[in-house]
Structures are given as C-alpha cells and as structure tokens.
Nanobody, 126 residues
Framework: QVQLVESGGGLVQPGGSLRLSCAASGRTFSNYGMGWFRQAPGKEREFVAAITWRGSNTRYADSVKGRFTISRDNGKNTLYLQMNSLKPEDTAVYYC???????????????????WGQGTQVTVSS
C-alpha cells in the first residue's frame, strides 16, 4: 500500500503562484510514477502533469504547459507541483496519484491509477 497526502492548496489571486506537495509513505517512492490530476465542480477529473518513476521524463496537459512544473524529491518521498500564472480556470481539487514503474506518458493516458491522495483545494479568484 502507498499512502499519499496532498498539501499546499489555498486561495490565490489570478496571476499568483502556489506549490502543492504530495507526501508518500508505505512503499519505495522512487519505484512509482507520479501524477497530478484535478477536478473542477461539475467536471470530470483531468490529467495535469506526470513524472516518470525515475524522474527523467515529464508530461503536461496543454492547458498548464509553460505555467506548471512537476518535480519529485525521492530522498524526501515527496512530489511537487509548482503552479505559476494561475488563472480562474485552474480552480479545482488537485489530487496526486501513483503507479508502480510507470512512465509519465502512460500516466497521462491511463483511465485509473493504483493509489490516490485525498485532494487539496486550489481556488483562483480576485
């Protein structure tokens, strides 16, 4: 089992920044591909960003490319999402997910994932 706990969400003005964290425990973190997903009210959950289990490759949704950066610190068992130039349409609950030995490309298209966190709310509003 892998336990994932997100943090770092909050209220921010348009154009602002936030950094989300996802702390993992239970298994060897470096063996897991990791991803960020989000779900806005009344919408389906969507892919945001993913990083390969070795951390060598990343993938981003077109809507966040150039504004968001995914990274991981395997020594701290933590996944990050740096979000800059935030827009109101980025408002959603953000979730991290994990799959063993999975590439970023695969995580971007898989319909489900082995482990999920509980989510953290991000609200972009003036």
């Amino acid at each position: 089992q892998v336990q994932l706990v997100e943090s770092g969400g909050g209220l921010v003005q348009p154009g602002g920044s936030l950094r989300l964290s996802c702390a993992a425990s239970g298994r060897t973190f470096s063996n897991y591909g990791m991803g960020w997903f989000r779900q806005a009210p009344g919408k389906e959950r969507e892919f945001v960003a993913a990083i390969t289990w070795r951390g060598s490759n990343t993938r981003y949704a077109d809507s966040v490319k150039g504004r968001f950066t995914i990274s991981r610190d395997n020594g701290k068992n933590t996944l990050y999402l740096q979000m800059n130039s935030l827009k109101p349409e980025d408002t959603a609950v953000y979730y991290c997910a994990a799959d063993p030995f999975t590439s970023a490309q695969a995580m971007a298209v898989m319909s489900d994932h082995d482990y999920w966190g509980q989510g953290t709310q991000v609200t972009v509003s003036s």
